[in-house]
């Protein structure tokens, strides 16, 4: 390699980023990471995570600080930032839902097709008893779940294939994605309402959830699609 070509090749790479900006005082040092940290959120079309964050900020710059700082300057703005899906994201707050949709037709964060009551209903069960195949849930119901319905949820992203059961024919299983996370501002399905405490309230149960009674605001639709095929 010659020199000439060397030289083009290190200015093809990325310069390296000062993480620790020691130069800098410590209230400016502070700002600039606060700054990193919500342009790289800013920028980004998903939730971004604490491991890529941390990759702008110094080694010994507390993230969850940083985050608190900047939720506190956007308090006054009409967005905010979110804990969702495993990382954090800029969304609009809801009180403005209703300039949103008369602006362009959709509510804030809606950009896909609304689930019916039968679809949401068969979301929430792959979500409360996940991994779960589809043979199971035809067990749950009754009869066999809609194929078509499987492939709506896996259309939006919001269920993906999970591993091999453990039954005869090893099937597939069905599993929740970070998008469903994200859809309904969950960071974690351990933010799930706990089943067993909405049982004992008596607000929730298999034999409710049968009968296509859940818990509203899952689903947006109106329409009610079988839940199964004959």
């Given at each position: 390699?010659?020199?000439?070509?060397?030289?083009?090749?290190?200015?093809?790479?990325?310069?390296?980023?000062?993480?620790?900006?020691?130069?800098?005082?410590?209230?400016?040092?502070?700002?600039?990471?606060?700054?990193?940290?919500?342009?790289?959120?800013?920028?980004?079309?998903?939730?971004?995570?604490?491991?890529?964050?941390?990759?702008?900020?110094?080694?010994?710059?507390?993230?969850?600080?940083?985050?608190?700082?900047?939720?506190?300057?956007?308090?006054?703005?009409?967005?905010?930032?979110?804990?969702?899906?495993?990382?954090?994201?800029?969304?609009?707050?809801?009180?403005?839902?209703?300039?949103?949709?008369?602006?362009?037709?959709?509510?804030?964060?809606?950009?896909?097709?609304?689930?019916?009551?039968?679809?949401?209903?068969?979301?929430?069960?792959?979500?409360?008893?996940?991994?779960?195949?589809?043979?199971?849930?035809?067990?749950?119901?009754?009869?066999?779940?809609?194929?078509?319905?499987?492939?709506?949820?896996?259309?939006?992203?919001?269920?993906?294939?999970?591993?091999?059961?453990?039954?005869?024919?090893a099937p597939y299983t069905y599993?929740?994605?970070?998008?469903?996370?994200?859809?309904?501002?969950?960071?974690?399905?351990?933010?799930?309402?706990?089943?067993?405490?909405?049982?004992?309230?008596?607000l929730l149960s298999k034999e409710?959830?049968?009968?296509?009674?859940?818990?509203?605001?899952?689903?947006?639709?109106?329409?009610?699609?079988?839940?199964?095929?004959?």
């Open positions: 390699m010659n020199e000439a070509f060397a030289r083009r090749k290190a200015n093809d790479q990325p310069a390296l980023l000062d993480t620790e900006l020691e130069h800098l005082p410590a209230e400016l040092r502070w700002r600039e990471w606060m700054g990193r940290v919500e342009a790289v959120i800013f920028a980004a079309s998903e939730p971004v995570p604490r491991e890529m964050l941390a990759r702008v900020v110094g080694k010994n710059c507390n993230l969850d600080l940083v985050i608190d700082d900047i939720r506190a300057e956007l308090a006054s703005r009409p967005y905010e930032l979110v804990s969702v899906a495993g990382g954090w994201q800029h969304r609009t707050k809801k009180a403005f839902g209703d300039a949103i949709h008369a602006a362009f037709g959709t509510a804030a964060g809606e950009g896909t097709k609304d689930l019916t009551q039968s679809e949401a209903l068969v979301l929430m069960c792959i979500a409360y008893f996940q991994p779960i195949a589809r043979g199971e849930l035809s067990s749950f119901f009754g009869k066999e779940v809609s194929r078509d319905l499987i492939g709506v949820l896996r259309a939006q992203e919001l269920i993906a294939s999970g591993p091999r059961s453990p039954q005869p024919g599993v929740t994605t970070k998008t469903f996370l994200s859809q309904f501002g969950l960071d974690t399905l351990r933010q799930l309402p706990d089943f067993e405490a909405l049982e004992d309230a008596g409710k959830m049968l009968a296509g009674d859940i818990p509203a605001g899952l689903a947006s639709g109106e329409g009610e699609d079988d839940v199964v095929e004959d």
